[in-house]
């Protein structure tokens, strides 16, 4: 039985995925991957939460097809390609629930997090915090690909220094806000503050910042629920990388090194992002 008071909301988009053994290309390979598991996170999601998919790979594609199988279980939502474009979607039709009192944010990749979501999302329901960030325990980051190990946890690092710096968290609060889940509260006292949070974008006239691609409804919530006062904090999850994606790195070099370089790039912006969201405005005369 679906406990309507948790809302999981993800996107997909794997235009290549097919529903046979193999695929005929590298991008098939990927998408087939990640598809696979995507389809594997909705079968377990969906008994027990209100799941939301903004799917933006069409109803008429094999996947979109696939996403499609459970009808009332999954609410499938189209929406245009886009990180920040899609969980806002994804938010907004969940958040039409009145019995929602909670967000759960991931990417439908993460099966092993299913496991984690009673207990991560009673910490909302109790009251305890209004923004929960899960974070990596030892355990789970020696399953990661060494490079996403150290440049996720520099780039984790260098936003807590700057969100210090900024004056919003105390010195040693080291949040894995790079970890892509984020758990909303969205009971009705917090409810209009939480919306503003999630739907407020960032400004910035540097080209080498997408936020909307990468942070502006995922990542950046977090500041600003820092600037908001609310309670943010991190509870340890003992999350698994999937092994299906460790062993289509190791069996397709050029996928893991095109992989290696987009995640190299994405992260190397955040702390930027960050710095930008939390920097003062400039005052002119």
């Not at 406990?3 to 053994?21: L, S």
């Not at 009673?122 to 030892?138: C, H, K, N, Q, T």
């Not at 040693?172 to 790079?178: E, K, S, T």
Request: proline share 7%; hydrophobic share 40%; charged share 25%.
């Amino acid at each position: 039985m679906q406990d309507r008071r948790i809302a999981v909301c993800t996107r997909t988009f794997y235009p290549h995925w097919n529903n046979g053994e193999t695929a005929d290309s590298p991008e098939g390979t990927n998408d087939k991957v990640r598809g696979d598991l995507a389809l594997q996170f909705m079968e377990m999601a969906r008994r027990r939460y209100r799941l939301v998919v903004a799917d933006a790979t069409g109803p008429e594609s094999p996947f979109g097809r696939a996403v499609r199988q459970w009808n009332g279980d999954v609410q499938v939502v189209p929406a245009s390609p886009g990180i920040s474009t899609q969980l806002r979607t994804a938010y907004a039709a969940a958040m039409n629930d009145t019995k929602a009192r909670v967000l759960v944010s991931t990417e439908p990749e993460k099966t092993d997090l299913i496991g984690e979501v009673d207990r991560l999302a009673d910490d909302l329901l109790a009251d305890r915090s209004d923004l929960l960030v899960p974070e990596r325990s030892d355990e789970s980051w020696n399953t990661y690909p060494s490079y996403q190990r150290e440049t996720e946890g520099q780039a984790n690092r260098t936003i807590a220094r700057i969100l210090e710096k900024a004056g919003l968290t105390a010195p040693g609060m080291n949040l894995d806000i790079l970890f892509g889940p984020k758990l909303f509260s969205v009971r009705s006292d917090v409810r209009a503050r939480m919306v503003g949070i999630l739907w407020r974008q960032l400004v910035t006239a540097d080209p080498k910042l997408k936020p909307a691609e990468h942070g502006d409804a995922l990542n950046l919530p977090v500041a600003r629920a820092l600037q908001a006062k609310l309670r943010v904090r991190g509870l340890t999850v003992n999350f698994a990388y999937p092994p299906s994606q460790l062993e289509l790195e190791a069996f397709h070099p050029e996928l893991a090194s095109r992989y290696r370089e987009k995640r190299l790039e994405q992260v190397a912006r955040f702390p930027a992002e960050f710095q930008a969201e939390v920097q003062p405005p400039t005052l002119t005369a």
